[in-house]
């Protein structure tokens, strides 16, 4: 089955205690990205990467990192958690380029407190 | 820079009724459109999308859209509302001209409460 994997699907963590959110998809799709939504925002991007080795800063950059070693992985990393972070993320990957759907993971939602 | 606004929060619709979800956009080119349904504890699932060509794009599960490049609106409509079709519905926009991978801008969402 296609699909796009993130873990966890929950956690609540502490500020500052550094934590990585896993996605992970089998569709063989180039791009990659993470959101965060929040109420009444919608979806903002925060990192994207058009292949291995490949990424660049969407909207909302800051206080996270990602990397993309492999093709089928794409993680976001927090080094220091804030609680400003605490939202709903998801991931998302997809074939070629904007004219193309995206697939969606089913969401980690964080609680930094 | 391109931008998305969905004016209405939340629309109320008794079953069996038509259903519209407003959305409008801003880009300096042409824009590639969507619109993504969310129901709970669940990610974004594609509904249809306009590229080019016909104005009225079909979709999934009966919604359709109709593009308005004079009135730059990209409404999502389904004639015969389902109690199922409550969920949460995000519009989307990508200016043809931006180079930026495929990075898409959203609107903040449509929750849609369809009544027995």
């Known amino acids: 089955e296609a699909q796009v994997t993130q873990n966890p699907r929950y956690l609540i963590t502490v500020t500052g205690k550094k934590l990585t959110v896993t996605c992970s998809q089998n569709?063989?799709?180039?791009?990659m990205s993470w959101y965060r939504q929040d109420p009444g925002l919608g979806l903002r991007q925060i990192y994207y990467?058009?292949?291995?080795?490949?990424?660049d800063k969407g909207d909302v950059p800051e206080g996270y990192k990602v990397s993309r070693k492999e093709k089928r992985n794409f993680p976001l990393i927090l080094e220091s958690p804030s609680p400003n972070q605490t939202s709903l993320y998801f991931c998302?990957?997809?074939f070629g380029g904007g004219r193309v759907a995206q697939h969606f993971g089913d969401g980690t939602r964080l609680s930094i407190l | 820079a391109q931008s998305v606004a969905q004016p209405e929060d939340q629309v109320n619709v008794a079953e069996g009724n038509p259903l519209t979800v407003k959305c409008t956009y801003s880009?300096?080119?042409?824009?590639?459109l969507f619109w993504y349904v969310q129901y709970p504890n669940r990610g974004l699932q594609f509904l249809l999308k306009?590229?080019?060509?016909?104005?009225l794009v079909k979709g999934s599960y009966g919604f359709e859209a109709e593009f308005n490049k004079s009135q730059t609106s990209f409404h999502l409509k389904k004639p015969s509302a389902l109690v199922s079709d409550s969920a949460l519905y995000f519009c989307?926009?990508?200016?043809?001209?931006?180079?930026?991978?495929?990075?898409?801008?959203f609107g903040g969402g449509t929750r849609v409460m369809v009544k027995p």
């Open positions: 998302a990957s997809s």
């Open positions: 569709m063989n799709h180039e791009y």
């Open positions: 990467s058009m292949n291995v080795e490949v990424t």
């Open positions: 880009v300096s080119g042409n824009p590639y």
């Open positions: 306009y590229i080019t060509g016909d104005n």
């Open positions: 989307a926009v990508r200016d043809m001209n931006n180079n930026a991978g495929n990075m898409l801008t």
